[in-house]
């Protein structure tokens, strides 16, 4: 499961947090978000650190498509749906500041980049309206799309809106790139360093993490979804998987970079260095398949079908997080507080939105924010419209939370499973998960510890997913994916 990008990805090894330091600005999260505030921030003289759980790359960056777009599948008429026309503009303002300064600084460091254009296409004539919607969306926002009826691709395509000169890269020399800026402009970056909790203290903010504390004027909490629980962002945003592969194939491989308008989503792009052909889609919300491998080998067949002998190079997954509100959250964690900022809820969209969302926050802490930055604003005054999705999105959760346990009753199974496969069995009163990888068995709690969801085992990846907010866990019980900072306990 280790992406193409990640193969043989040259980025050297940091040290860990060393505990009692004082900071300008600290910075959660070493992805495009993260890695680009720092970088803003430490250019206009902050002393900034950038605190990672992992490694850099190590999240959803570097595990994208990495397409760089203004065209974003059907969003602008999801957007404008919601929000009206004006407010798309102001987001499509935002995604340009961040196209621009993501191309920008590519090209200052002579990191490939290859301009395409983007086709949002119908694989079939029911999808025809959205694409319609689509275009008519985006050119009232401004953009220069056009309808296309006719493109030269293997797979049915029965119309398309396409932009042009939209830009694909390698998220993970781009990472690589941006964090030796971040210390070339006197920033610190510590790695194998998991941020567990903050608090506010003689009026700075106190960062507690696995190796100890550090403290700062400002935190950006930028790791996909706050690890923070103040705000209600777990209850804000639905957590996705989606899947990747990568295929060397006989025939030509599609330059341009094209993504369905229907379900399931097929997404697609050519990576130039290898003449590779990339595909993702098939998601689904996080812990709420009985099968994630269905979903991986759905992709693997309908890229076989109209790929013929393409053969599988790398298959890897990806988490992202929808907003119920339709558009990204960037500010404050809690209303009315600038000491703590955080960014989420990029629907898919990270490169554009990601760096947008960074010029936004560096913007903030300087007193220079963008125009368009109140549009994004992580309390914007539309959320009242965002209610009644949020409600359902919540439900589910308390469904999913009750619906957990109540199959506890009859799990008492305690027999081993088969290679590669988990459970969950009821240990007297302890729902235990139960999982053999590598034939080594092991028996956690199957409590997660954000807020007690019971795990679901996920036979794509072999580790244990949260139906409830989206964190996933290792099968011996490492932490993957907040919410969630702390491991499951061994039983």
Same mark, same amino acid.
């Given at each position: ?53 992992? $490694? ?82 985006? $050119? ?101 998987? *989606? ?38 889609? *098939? ?118 939370? *009750? ?11 305690? *027999? ?76």
């Amino acid at each position: 499961m280790t992406s193409l990008w990640l193969n043989n990805a040259e980025v050297p090894a940091r040290l860990r947090l060393t505990p009692g330091s004082h900071f300008d600005t600290v910075v959660l999260g070493a992805g495009i978000v993260g890695l680009t505030t720092a970088l803003l921030l430490a250019e206009r003289g902050r002393e900034v650190a950038v605190i990672e759980a992992k $490694r850099v790359g190590a999240g959803t960056t570097a595990a994208s498509t990495a397409k760089v777009s203004l065209l974003q599948g059907t969003r602008a008429q999801t957007i404008a749906r919601r929000h009206g026309i004006a407010t798309l503009s102001r987001y499509v303002a935002a995604n340009l500041d961040g196209f621009d300064w993501l191309l920008d600084f590519c090209a200052g460091r002579d990191l490939a980049v290859e301009r395409v254009a983007a086709y949002t296409y119908a694989q079939n004539e029911s999808e025809m309206s959205a694409v319609r919607a689509e275009f008519e969306a985006t $050119r009232s926002a401004g953009l220069p799309t056009d309808l296309v009826d006719d493109v030269d691709v293997p797979f049915p395509l029965h119309g398309a809106v396409r932009l042009r000169e939209q830009a694909q890269l390698n998220p993970m020399a781009f990472l690589a790139a941006l964090a030796a800026e971040v210390e070339t402009q006197g920033g610190s970056i510590f790695e194998s360093t998991r941020a567990q909790r903050l608090r506010h203290h003689d009026g700075r903010v106190v960062i507690g993490t696995e190796h100890g504390e550090v403290d700062a004027n400002n935190v950006v909490v930028a790791t996909g979804t706050p690890i923070f629980d103040r705000g209600g962002y777990f209850a804000r945003v639905t957590a996705q998987r *989606s899947y990747l592969a990568a295929f060397k194939v006989p025939g030509p491989v599609p330059e341009e970079m094209y993504i369905s308008a229907g379900q399931p989503i097929r997404s697609l792009r050519r990576y130039p260095a290898d003449d590779v052909l990339l595909v993702g889609g *098939s998601g689904h919300e996080v812990g709420r398949e009985d099968s994630a491998e269905t979903h991986v080998q759905d992709l693997l067949d309908w890229t076989g079908r109209w790929f013929p002998g393409a053969e599988l190079l790398h298959r890897w997954s990806a988490q992202d997080y929808h907003p119920v509100g339709e558009l990204p959250y960037v500010g404050p964690l809690v209303p009315g507080r600038e000491e703590v900022l955080v960014a989420t809820g990029f629907a898919k969209w990270g490169f554009t939105n990601g760096a947008a969302a960074a010029l936004a926050l560096a913007g903030r802490i300087t007193g220079d924010a963008p125009k368009w930055a109140d549009t994004l604003s992580a309390w914007r005054l539309g959320e009242v419209a965002s209610l009644p999705a949020g409600a359902r999105v919540n439900a589910t959760v308390a469904r999913y939370l *009750s619906t957990g346990w109540l199959h506890l009753l009859g799990a008492d199974e305690h *027999s081993i499973p088969p290679e590669g496969c988990g459970r969950v069995e009821r240990h007297g009163l302890h729902p235990t998960a139960v999982s053999t990888v590598d034939g080594v068995t092991t028996e956690i709690s199957a409590i997660c510890p954000h807020l007690g969801g019971i795990l679901h085992w996920n036979d794509a990846e072999r580790t244990w997913d949260c139906p409830l907010h989206g964190s996933r866990f290792e099968p011996d019980g490492a932490v993957i994916e907040g919410p969630a900072t702390h491991p499951l306990s061994p039983r």
